[in-house]
């Protein structure tokens, strides 16, 4: 089973700064992992698809990038509705299809 | 637009089963393989089962299987999740989610539904 570590667990920041998250595979994942957004009392929405791809509706602040174990999205200037937690997922060796345990983006 | 209605959530003994269902609407159902995925209370995402398109292969979380059934009717839209021998660790709610068209292997969720709670407690 393909593990995905995100860091950090939390990031506390101010709207219009830039945020950068991180998830790394237990082993090369090629291209083949998600962002998903999920803000409370509701359910995940799908951001970014084989790492560097926007799904529909998503806006263009928020990119992918990297390959083989090391990913990262990056939120280049947070507004008020992005707030919120974000999953990476790999769809390269399944099942089981894996999830990151997830980085908190609060406002500071 | 897509829409994906989970229903049949509810309280439920240890041991009992419970029956989950999906109904989707706003596009061809029949195309899409279908999710399952859960997120106990406080915690992260768990993918737990997958159909494909036609409903002739499955796929499951071994957390789950040999006690849950990924199913659906295409006729009535519908994608379920029989969940038998529950267990207090299932205790979750439980989202439904389009996966790739056809036999694609683009696993990812790109609609999900809202959610059913289910709670195993006696």
């Known amino acids: 089973e393909i593990v995905l570590t995100q860091s950090p667990a939390t990031l506390s920041l101010s709207p219009g700064e830039r945020a950068t998250l991180s998830c790394r595979a237990s082993q090369s994942v090629s291209t083949y992992l998600a962002w998903y957004q999920q803000k409370p009392g509701q359910a995940p929405r799908l951001l970014i698809y084989?790492?560097?791809n926007r799904a529909t509706g998503t806006p263009a602040r928020f990119s992918g990038s990297g390959s083989g174990t090391d990913f990262t999205l990056t939120i280049s200037s947070l507004e008020p509705e992005d707030f919120a937690v974000y999953y990476c997922q790999q769809r390269s060796n399944w099942p089981p299809l894996t999830f990151g345990g997830g980085t908190k983006v609060e406002i500071k | 637009q897509v829409q994906l209605v989970e229903s049949g959530g509810g309280v439920v003994q240890p041991g009992r089963s419970l029956r989950l269902s999906c109904a989707a609407s706003?596009?061809?159902?029949?195309?899409?393989?279908m999710h399952w995925l859960r997120q106990a209370p406080g915690n992260g995402l768990e993918w737990v089962a997958l159909i494909s398109y036609g409903g002739g292969n499955k796929y499951y979380a071994d957390s789950v299987k040999g006690r849950f059934t990924i199913s659906r009717d295409n006729s009535k839209n519908t994608l379920y999740l029989q969940m038998n021998s529950l267990r207090a660790e299932d205790t979750a709610v439980y989202y439904c989610?389009?996966?790739?068209?056809?036999?694609?292997?683009?696993?990812?969720?790109?609609?999900w539904g809202q959610g059913t709670l289910v709670t195993v407690s006696s």
């Open positions: 706003g596009y061809t159902f029949s195309n899409y393989a």
């Open positions: 989610a389009r996966g790739p068209m056809y036999d694609s292997s683009n696993c990812y969720m790109d609609y």
């Open positions: 084989d790492a560097s």
